[in-house]
């Protein structure tokens, strides 16, 4: 398999993908709301005095493992993440809270090789003059649901070194757990184009649906149009 270069690591990558029209929504919180979520091996990072919350909704496209067609049914969906960020014995990284997709076969895959907390929903995304609509919708029983509409503003930018934009979006790894042992998975990628963003947030229930309860304040927002990944395979942390 073919090696890349991140910024902070070697990659052999596993498999491929873009993701595009991404919303970073990020909230500050207090590191002690979330005291027994992260899991063993992992401490919380912290900046300006808070963790941080993210709600990213965006579409994959393009995916596929390495040295293989795309799989029909897998090569483009939606998704919604929740996540934070963390520091294990890799280095800095991105904990998952949950990860919904409009794919039940990308999700089954996900879960399996990456252990991921995947679930799959309903999700529509519409793009018009520019703007995103997205409806995301876990069904009953988890209460998870995203209705946003977004869209950039600004010209594109790369994010300073040291500042909060690149600290919030310039993680190049991915830590999950099963049955108690702790994998990562190395991400390389360019550095992220970013615009400002608007959003309209009509409901969002998707770090509730985690026990993760979000300040009032409206959230930090950034936009990227598409950005091209490698993701290395799982290996124990």
Same mark, same amino acid.
């Given at each position: 398999m073919k090696e890349v270069q991140s910024p902070t690591s070697k990659v052999r990558h596993a498999m491929t993908q873009r993701w595009e029209n991404l919303l970073f929504a990020h909230w500050r919180v207090d590191p002690a709301s979330l005291t027994g979520k992260i899991p063993a091996g992992l401490s919380l990072d912290v900046r300006d005095g808070g963790a941080w919350i993210a709600v990213t909704p965006f579409v994959i496209s393009k995916l596929r493992l390495a040295g293989l067609p795309p799989i029909p049914g897998t090569s483009r969906f939606p998704e919604v993440? *929740?996540?934070? $960020? #963390?520091?294990?014995?890799?280095?800095?990284? *991105? %904990? !998952?809270?949950?990860?919904?997709?409009?794919?039940?076969?990308? #999700? !089954? !895959?996900?879960?399996? &090789? $990456? @252990?991921?907390? $995947? !679930?799959? +929903?309903?999700?529509?995304? #519409?793009?018009?003059?520019?703007?995103?609509s997205y409806r995301c919708d876990r069904g009953p029983g988890d209460g998870a649901e995203l209705l946003a509409d977004y869209g950039p503003i600004g010209d594109p930018f790369r994010a300073v070194p040291g500042s909060i934009e690149e600290w919030l979006t310039g993680r190049y790894r991915l830590y999950a757990t099963e049955r108690g042992t702790l994998y990562r998975a190395e991400i +390389?990628?360019?550095? %992220?184009?970013?615009?400002? =963003? /608007? =959003?309209?947030?009509? /409901?969002?229930?998707? =770090?509730?649906?985690?026990?993760?309860?979000?300040?009032?304040?409206r959230p930090v &927002? @950034?936009?990227?149009? +598409?950005?091209? #990944?490698?993701?290395? %395979?799982p290996e124990k942390a």
């Open positions: 993440n *929740v996540r934070t $960020y #963390v520091t294990g014995a890799g280095g800095p990284g *991105v %904990w !998952f809270f949950s990860l919904d997709a409009g794919s039940p076969l990308a #999700v !089954f !895959f996900a879960r399996r &090789l $990456y @252990h991921l907390p $995947y !679930f799959a +929903a309903r999700i529509a995304v #519409v793009e018009k003059d520019g703007g995103i +390389a990628h360019e550095p %992220w184009t970013l615009q400002r =963003a /608007r =959003a309209e947030i009509h /409901r969002n229930t998707m =770090a509730e649906a985690s026990g993760i309860e979000l300040p009032p304040e &927002l @950034h936009f990227s149009r +598409a950005l091209d #990944v490698e993701i290395g %395979w």
